[in-house]
């Protein structure tokens, strides 16, 4: 049965303003990504990813990276988190007293060559660089594999090298993964086969899943990940963000309609989707375009909307048989 074996609390961590805001052509002025990051502190998010410090060449929307850090106000409980791809952004994000480096590199030779200049093993030398910078400091340590569910250069990935970077990580001393589908290509039946594996292969591994809805897959991804086993979920406000170094690739899996499907469906989130939602209503005026977020357009499945006065006056209603006319199956 659906849901019989999945965790019933899961944890919601929130990318927006790191995976979204990369994404933005125009740039997210400092003080409005600091105003986002601290109303989504108190809307109960896990986790927020809040920038990353990678070269401002590369991603200059998040150029203004430490001034954020610095500006937001830090609610207790909230993991503060910024990804890092070297030594340099090791050293800057523990400058600006983060509580988590995100280290990234893809599985996909070609994506990691694009998105971060550099081969898989070279991503894990400069990994072992960043982990003897952060060594002592108490600053926890995730390990991203993108494109883990397929590369938009070389297509799907064998599952074996899934597992061989969760071990590269592991022996580096890493403390979580995060599994990332960085274009969309991972189906419900991939997500929970790969997930399994990893669960069984790292039991006591916490291991975190980051979909993009690319090919509207997102949500049975959720679905297929919690049937798995996996509690940690990455999301964006909106549905924003997506590679600049991926071509065509797209928001992830948005925080409202996740957690909107997931409450629904009995799974806690500890999240205030109302507080949710009006968040993400502001963010076209921001960005300056739509978002692809379902419920900030039509709002929860429990909003009713008004009846059209014209038949409420033909007295329709009253004619109805009442609900207790029908046999209702129990749900
Ligand atoms: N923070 C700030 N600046 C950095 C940096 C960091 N972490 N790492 C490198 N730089 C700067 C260098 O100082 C250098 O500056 P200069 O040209 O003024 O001297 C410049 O970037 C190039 O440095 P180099 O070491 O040659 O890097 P590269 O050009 O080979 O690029 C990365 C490698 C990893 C720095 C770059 O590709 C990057 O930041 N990628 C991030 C991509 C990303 O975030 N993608 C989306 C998330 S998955
Ligand atoms: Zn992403």
């Known amino acids: 049965m659906l849901f ?3 965790p019933q609390r899961v ?14 052509d125009a740039f997210v002025p400092t003080v409005d990504k600091i105003h986002i990051i601290d109303r989504l502190s108190l809307a109960g998010l896990a986790k927020i990813e809040v920038t990353s410090f990678v070269s401002s060449k590369a991603i200059p929307n998040l150029r203004d990276a430490a001034d954020v850090m610095a500006g937001i106000t830090r609610r207790q409980g909230v993991v503060y988190s910024a990804l890092v791809p070297n030594r340099q952004g090791a050293l800057r994000a523990l400058e600006a007293k983060v509580d988590e480096v995100n280290l ?14 550099m081969t898989c093993a070279q991503s894990f030398v400069a990994f072992r660089d960043i ?5 002592g400091s108490g600053v926890r340590t995730m390990g991203s594999v993108a494109t883990a569910f397929g590369c938009p250069f070389e297509g799907e990935q064998p599952l074996s090298r899934l597992l061989w970077a969760v071990e590269q990580y592991l022996e ?3 403390q979580s993964v995060d599994l990332c589908d960085t274009v969309g290509t991972g189906h419900p039946r991939m997500i929970y086969t ?3 594996a990893v669960k069984e292969a790292f039991p006591d591994l916490p291991v975190t899943v980051h979909f993009h809805d690319t090919r509207g897959m997102g949500l049975a991804n959720v679905v297929a990940a919690l049937e798995a086993g996996i509690n940690s979920f990455d999301t964006s406000l909106g549905g924003i963000g997506g590679c600049p170094y991926a071509p065509d690739a797209t928001g992830n899996i948005s925080t409202e309609d996740t957690v909107h499907m997931l409450e629904a469906c009995g799974v806690a989130t500890g999240v205030d989707l109302d507080a949710l939602i009006a968040l993400g209503r ?8 739509d978002v692809p977020s379902r419920l900030g357009k039509v709002g929860k499945r429990t909003d009713l909307k008004p009846f059209p006065a014209s038949l409420e006056q033909r007295g329709r209603i009253e004619a109805a048989p009442s609900t207790e006319a029908y046999r209702v199956p129990s749900v």
């Open 282 to 289: 502001e963010l076209p005026a921001l960005l300056g375009h």
């Open 172 to 174: 580096l001393g890493i």
């Open 131 to 135: 982990m003897g910078v952060v060594k």
């Open 4 to 6: 019989k074996n999945a």
């Open 194 to 196: 790969y997930c399994r």
């Open 11 to 24: 944890y919601v961590n929130e990318v927006a303003t790191r995976d979204g805001f990369q994404n933005e």
């Open 104 to 117: 990234v590199m893809s599985i996909g030779e070609k994506h990691n060559l694009a998105n971060l200049r």
